[in-house]
């Protein structure tokens, strides 16, 4: 769903679609950058604040994406809801081992 939305945003006909596509971009790079730090880096605390920005980054992906496709907007939902669900667990891993 991620992919599609990305396509979608990328080929849409949308004038003014770059703010959008370039935060879909960003967001992908603090995907990997969670993973690592959170995974390989095991810094829990640092982990935290790159979900947060994470989350962050998706929901402006969708907001500013709205108005140029809609889908791709929508199809960004469950990954919202998905990184949500990993920063309550990343914050709640913090809080119980610091």
Known sequence: ??????????????????PALSLYIA??????????????????????????????????TIWLAWTKDRMASLLLIPYLAWVSFAAVLNIAIWRLNG
Do not use: H, T
């Open 27 to 60: 967001q992908l790079g603090l995907n990997a950058a969670w993973s690592w730090v959170f995974l390989y880096g095991q810094a829990i605390g640092a982990a935290a604040v790159v979900v947060c920005v994470l989350w962050l980054a998706i929901a402006a």
């Open 1 to 18: 769903m991620m992919a599609l939305a990305g396509a979608r945003l990328a080929l849409s006909p949308a004038r003014d679609k770059e």
